[in-house]
């Protein structure tokens, strides 16, 4: 566990800053929570709703069972107690996203109560730098729809593509002390929602968003008055969220003023959070349980199958990487910090090793260098993802094969992939019709070797006596007269061997 | 010939399939009564030609020799909180003039998929809150009966389904559907002198049917005998996915199963249904109703409902909150009226349309379960309702494990007077008094006509039954019909 | 307790129901009136006694995940006091 010592500076001295966040994650299915529209993104308005969704008169809710299921999958993945009796309560009040009039959540009795999730703030060496960030509670309610502003100058247009949509809140304790930890927390929440596949974590498209409770304090002294930036959606934000407000809070406190606890929003273009007063005047919301819904029971097979189905999770994935593959803490941390890498490089891995006949481990180093070097140099050169990579996982498996086994040098190897890259080729085909098989033929490569020691026979004599670095540049001409393609430890052989005669 | 309107649904249908008269006829003959009697207000909207569509339909199957629905040949009226697909639906509420559905509820869908015909959609109280029928936008709905005493005041049909009582007793309609939250179908049963049950909670869908309370909003039938109320249930009920309150259960034939033999059952009298002070003619009525029981076979026994007395206070707790929040969706957004004033926001929208789209007991209602779920108020009231509630329930399980029905008077007294107790919300709540527990514990409860009271007006019986028991119900009210005889209909005066 | 005007008018506002000041003040003798029957409700002993949930023992099933439904946007916006371009349109909204 590592203490923060992230301060404000005020003029009259230092403060601690204490943050909370409330993500909404929207919940991965195919249909609503309660009602069987479409939850796809991007649709014509207000196709994507159904009776239920726009609240006609009579119209009851129904639950979706893999709602309820990915946010149990998700308690279980942060260790959280699930309550196998919750109960679904209206929120109620009046806007005009909201067509019931009430929002259907989870306030008395979620369906997650307590877990955590261990946050790591350096990237470099993941284990060193460790602190865990209690989570309250995770329940599930329905999302709102979308008001437009822009396309009428004196009226406002209702969308409820999105309403209805399941949303799980995943509620932190106030345990982070800097912005730095609470990018930290949001980003390992996104990774690990991504890992269970309960939730795509795409913040530009709005499906994670975070509520960001901030509040400032002298070290060490009781909670301060906090404030709650909604609708925060990024990392990024998230952090300048936190430092905005904590210093617009010190800067209050220290004139003599009050924090005032109200909603604020973020202004991304301002770089500024601003109180939002229009939802200030009802903070009554009257919970109380649906009427319309039973309370949500669940089963011992019901909460096996979910623990059944849960993927290795980035932490436990991270350390077998470090532990059985060898990897670098870095490497490990790059690899698994995000559940597609993840996926493509385990991909990958098992299928040099099948093609290489060797176990993973030993595979292992050279796939992660050449994913991690090569294949993101190129996607970063390309401006692609893993997702849309022109080379896919057993392409990629080919030529690291094609490497480990002698047939192309790792010079060679670059070229091939560049081909691959610009032509879909698959790598033996590439080696084979380009003639690029890197020769182990001793015969030939002594005939050069011989060559380049008579060409350069000054350095040959400076050698002798004693300039033992010019052994790299013997091979590197040897190399270079056989455009590459001489087996390198062949060559480094050879060079050797001829130099002590 | 028979006057095809004063038939009763079996009638109707038995006649039907045998030939002695065609659905047309019968249409025809309840599409005439309807249009004659615009003095009761009973409907809100008159739909003949659905009447008729219907019964051409069931003629043409008969020629054709196809299999017939349950209901084939038979028209009813339809309460107006359920939503009629292409039929203006209101809840008799200013709010939803003009809001014509897309869809049709489960319930209605059934009975058409029966082959029943709509005759039109009858008047309520608004939102089904009401005991008299006088909260109705589209004016007071009036009974057909009068008063022996030779004064002609418009009496009360009950509420919230007075228009389907009305109907229903004036041979507007063989039978009616109706809802109830309260007693909403037995008090105007009790009040018209017909015949209604509520089910037990869960046995008919609520989906498509407009929320007044959705945890005691039960639709049931209305009719003239306990054998069309059989009848109509049997079609009405059933397990709907889309009602996540709706029990899972096959429908038990109670029209066969219907017998009036109770003997080897136990009646439960409990002692808390008769208070101090109450109107002596439905005490009496009360003592006839243990006798016929005894009669039909079944043995008596003394209960006790200890928290009788409070469940009136617990209902206009439970009642209103959910309701404050059912009604929330009326917002004049997405459909019916919308009152805009110059320059208003969204909010000063909603509160002009709200103010104006809904009556003094609907706003009085929404204000009253808005205020036992503010901050601060929700434990003192609505939690403790639901305990209240709670031993309210418990108390019915307790007596049921002695008895296998109870008997009780339906209403404390025969039909009042429109505008008698009008100017006193509470007064008018009280009406509700026996109905309103078996509706907080959801069991089936049925009224049935006892006889008529000195003014010549009706009075009734109630039957509750265990959960999911609705054919003790149903016979223990055979039993009680078999030896009423009650055969009295109000003269015609519209 | 006793409810006053001012707390007439801020259920009124909770609710959003616009009420003058004359409806207001006959609400407040009803509300009180109604209020004060039903908190006989205080006397009861319910040490013990867990609030209602189900009112007839029964179990809230789930439904599978699929697209069953939407895709009806006549339907929905078929009765809308003021639809235009696919959408409900309300007055200007100021966030």
Redesign the interface.
């Known amino acids: 566990m590592t203490e923060s010592t992230y301060r404000v500076q005020g003029a009259t001295g230092e403060w601690e800053v204490v943050i909370g966040l409330e993500v909404h994650a929207q919940v991965t299915s195919q249909a609503k929570l309660f009602s069987g529209a479409a939850t796809a993104f991007g649709a014509e308005p207000n196709t994507q709703v159904s009776l239920v969704d726009a609240a006609m008169p009579g119209m009851l809710p129904v639950p979706n069972r893999e709602c309820i299921r990915q946010a149990v999958r998700t308690g279980m993945a942060i260790d959280a107690k699930i309550n196998k009796w919750s109960r679904f309560d209206r929120k109620n009040y009046f806007y005009a996203d909201l067509p019931q009039g009430y929002q259907i959540s989870q306030l008395y009795h979620p369906l997650v109560g307590e877990g955590e999730i261990e946050i790591s703030l350096d990237d470099k060496n993941p284990d060193a730098a460790t602190k865990v960030i209690g989570i309250e509670r995770i329940h599930v309610e329905q999302d709102a729809g979308k008001l437009m502003h822009d396309q009428h100058p004196t009226r406002s247009y209702v969308d409820l593509n999105r309403s209805g949509v399941a949303l799980m809140e995943i509620v932190s304790k106030p345990d982070m002390r800097s912005p730095a930890e609470a990018g930290a927390y949001l980003a390992k929440l996104r990774t690990i929602l991504r890992y269970v596949g309960s939730c795509d974590g795409n913040m530009d498209q709005g499906s994670m968003r975070a509520d960001v409770n901030v509040s400032v304090r002298r070290p060490g002294e009781e909670f301060g008055t906090r404030t709650e930036t909604k609708n925060v959606n990024s990392v990024r934000f998230v952090m300048a969220v936190v430092e905005h407000e904590a210093s617009r809070q010190v800067d209050v406190l220290e004139a003599g003023g009050k924090v005032v606890q109200e909603t604020r929003l973020y202004d991304p273009d301002k770089n500024e959070t601003r109180s939002m007063r229009s939802k200030e005047d009802a903070h009554d919301y009257r919970y109380f349980p649906d009427p319309d819904l039973l309370p949500l029971e669940l089963d011992d097979a019901f909460l096996e199958a979910c623990r059944q189905s849960l993927p290795e999770l980035p932490d436990a994935k991270r350390r077998r990487y470090e532990g059985d593959l060898g990897l670098s803490a870095y490497n490990a941390a790059t690899l698994t910090a995000d559940a597609d890498t993840a996926r493509w490089f385990e991909a990958l891995l098992s299928e040099a090793a099948r093609i290489q006949k060797k176990s993973e481990g030993e595979v292992a180093k050279a796939s992660a260098n050449w994913l991690l070097s090569e294949l993101y140099g190129a996607l970063n050169r390309l401006g692609k993802s893993l997702e849309d990579s022109p080379v896919g996982p057993e392409e990629g498996a080919e030529l690291l094969a094609l490497v480990a086994d002698g047939t192309i040098s790792g010079t060679i190897a670059k070229q091939v992939f560049e081909i691959m890259l610009e032509t879909g080729e698959r790598a033996p085909k590439i080696v084979e019709e380009k003639g690029l098989k890197q020769t182990s033929d001793t015969g030939a490569i002594e005939a050069v070797v011989a060559d380049v020691l008579v060409r350069n026979g000054d350095k040959v004599e400076q050698y002798r006596a004693g300039k033992e670095a010019l052994f790299g540049f013997f091979v590197g001409q040897t190399m270079k007269a056989m455009q590459g393609k001489a087996n390198p430890q062949v060559v480094n052989e050879l060079v050797k061997k001829a130099l002590a005669a | 010939m028979t006057n095809l309107t004063d038939l009763t649904v079996a009638e109707i249908r038995d006649g039907f399939r045998a030939g002695d008269f065609s659905a047309r006829e019968v249409a025809e003959g309840f599409n005439a009564n309807v249009a004659a009697a615009k003095a009761l207000n009973a409907f809100i909207v008159e739909t003949p030609e659905k009447a008729l569509e219907a019964a051409d339909a069931a003629d043409k199957a008969k020629a054709a020799g196809e299999t017939l629905g349950a209901l084939a040949g038979v028209p009813i009226g339809m309460k107006d909180l359920f939503c009629t697909q292409g039929v203006q639906t209101t809840a008799a509420s200013h709010m939803l003039e003009g809001f014509v559905p897309t869809y049709e509820s489960t319930v209605s869908a059934k009975l058409w998929a029966a082959g029943a015909g709509m005759l039109g959609k009858l008047n309520l109280d608004q939102f089904a809150m009401g005991s008299s029928n006088e909260t109705s936008y589209f004016g007071n709905v009036i009974s057909p009966w009068r008063r022996k005493d030779g004064g002609n005041a418009a009496l009360a049909p009950g509420g919230s389904s007075g228009g389907s009582s009305s109907a229903i007793s004036a041979r507007l309609c063989p039978a009616a559907t109706g809802t109830d939250t309260g007693g909403s179908i037995r008090q105007p049963a009790a009040f018209t002198g017909i015949s209604g049950i509520k089910p037990t909670y869960g046995r008919c869908s609520r989906w498509g049917v407009v929320a007044f309370a959705s945890s005691l909003d039960q639709a049931g039938p209305m009719a003239r005998t306990v054998r069309d109320n059989a009848i109509l249930l049997e079609t009405m009920s059933g397990f709907d996915p889309k009602d996540s309150t709706s029990l899972d259960l096959a429908v038990p034939q109670w029209e066969a199963g219907l017998s009036s033999d109770l003997k080897g059952k136990k009646v439960g009298i409990p002692k808390e249904y008769r208070p101090d002070g109450l109107n002596e003619e439905i005490s009496a009525m009360w003592d006839r109703g243990i006798a016929w029981l005894k009669d039909a076979g079944a043995e008596v026994v003394d209960v006790s409902l200890p928290h009788t007395k409070y469940a009136l206070a617990t209902y206009y707790i439970i009642a209103p909150a959910e309701a404050s929040s059912n009604l929330a969706r009326y917002d004049g957004v997405r459909y019916g009226q919308r009152d805009l004033p110059d320059g208003a926001g969204l909010q000063d929208m909603y509160a002009a349309t709200r103010a104006a789209g809904f009556g003094p007991e609907v706003k009085r209602r929404i204000m009253i379960g808005t205020y036992v779920l503010s901050a601060g108020f929700y434990d003192a009231y609505y939690t403790q309702a639901q305990k209240v509630r709670a031993l309210i329930s418990r108390d019915f399980e307790l007596a049921f494990e002695k008895c296998d029905l109870l008997l009780t008077p339906t209403a404390p007294s025969a039909a009042f007077a429109l505008g008698e107790k009008q100017a006193d919300p509470l007064a008018m709540y009280l009406n509700d008094v026996f109905t309103v527990p078996a509706s907080l514990a959801g069991l089936p409860a049925m009224a049935v006509p006892g006889g008529l009271d000195s003014a010549g007006l009706p009075i009734g019986l109630q039957i509750i039954g265990k959960a999911l028991d609705e054919q003790t119900v149903l016979n223990a009210s055979l039993a009680l019909e078999e030896r009423a005889g009650f055969n009295a209909r109000p003269d015609k005066w519209w | 307790m006793s ?1 006053d005007l001012q ?2 008018k801020k ?9 003058s000041e004359a409806e207001a003040e006959a ?1 407040v003798p ?2 009180n ?3 004060g ?6 006397e ?1 002993d ?1 040490t013990g ?8 023992p ?25 639809a ?12």
């Open positions: 409810i707390t007439v259920i009124a506002s909770l609710s959003r129901i616009s009420v609400m009803e509300l009136n109604i209020l029957w039903v908190e006989q409700l205080g009861v319910v006694v867990e609030p209602m949930t189900a009112v007839i029964n179990h809230l099933r789930l439904r599978d995940d699929a697209v069953t439904d939407g895709d009806v946007r006549d339907k929905v916006l078929a009765n809308a006091p003021q235009e371009h696919g959408f409900f349109a309300v007055p200007k909204v100021i966030e």
